[in-house]
């Protein structure tokens, strides 16, 4: 579809989907109050790899500094490949691209296999399905969401919360890092630990949970289905959970949903888990 082919030809072009120059994809790490390695000269255990869209969509940038503030506060060894970060190719493969989601995962592959790292942590969802599965067996190394971490620290005592956040929240199952890769308890585990949060269910959550509307080409592809979605998705979350605030670890869930709740205008806010959590550290970004 036109949509579609806007969405491939942008990566072509750019190494993302979303037009933006190769040399402003680690502009985001402009406000963190340290400096994050280079991972591409420096030797780190760990890669923190943002994608497209925490690198480049506005409303996305602040879970990309949350999720690099918290791996520092946890005293991890990371850094991340800056400018030479290149699109996993999720967004290809799920729009049929299918030849050059392979040259880029071929090439992915050999880059970050040189780079002797133990684990890739990311906070996207797509990123970490497509590195799970679509990339099985060819890494050298684990592929973990943030979330799967920040859920053993708080099970351990590692992580101390201080600021109450007086909110009602109910969370969003992304079909990426849900239904594909069975992480459902460790999001729900973290929100749930967080000061002054009223934690209630929708009605249809974990592997029975309702998409999004945006993620597989669809918000390229239909736009106004991907928005009559979100919608359906926002009223079971006021009506049924009673929430304020809807909260996920997708950045194609929460830019969706996110447009449909700025439409109505109810007051309704859509958030990044990570977002949350150092706000509650009281490391707003």
Known sequence: ???????????????????????????????????????????????????????YVPEITPTARSTAMLLNRMGVDFGILGQKERCCGSTAFRVGATAMFEKYRAEN???????????????????????????????????????????????????????????????????????YSGIFDPPRNVLSALPGVTFNEMNRIREYSFCCG???????????????????????????AGADVVVSCCPFCEINLGEAAKNRGDGTRVADLLDLVNEALGDEQ
């Not at 971490?149 to 849900?178: Q, S, W």
């Not at 597989?216 to 926002?234: C, F, I």
């Open 1 to 55: 579809m036109d949509g579609h082919n806007a969405l491939v030809q942008s990566i072509i072009n750019y190494d993302n989907p979303w037009m933006a120059p190769r040399g402003t994809r680690s502009r985001w790490t402009k406000k963190l109050p340290f400096k994050i390695k280079d991972a591409t000269k420096q030797k780190v255990e760990v890669l923190y790899f943002p994608g497209c869209n925490a690198s």
């Open 109 to 179: 592959i050999k880059r970050l296999n040189g780079l002797g790292i133990k684990t890739m942590v990311t906070a996207c969802a797509g990123c970490h399905s497509t590195f799970s599965h679509n990339y099985a067996g060819e890494l050298d190394f684990e592929v973990v969401h943030v979330v799967e971490y920040l859920d053993r620290m708080v099970a351990e005592g590692k992580i101390t919360f201080k600021k109450p956040l007086n909110i009602t929240a109910t969370y969003h199952d992304p079909c990426h890092i849900g239904r």
């Open 214 to 240: 945006s993620g597989g080409g669809v918000k390229a592809g239909y736009p106004d289905m991907a928005a009559a979605t979100a919608g359906r998705r926002l009223d079971e979350a006021k009506d049924v």
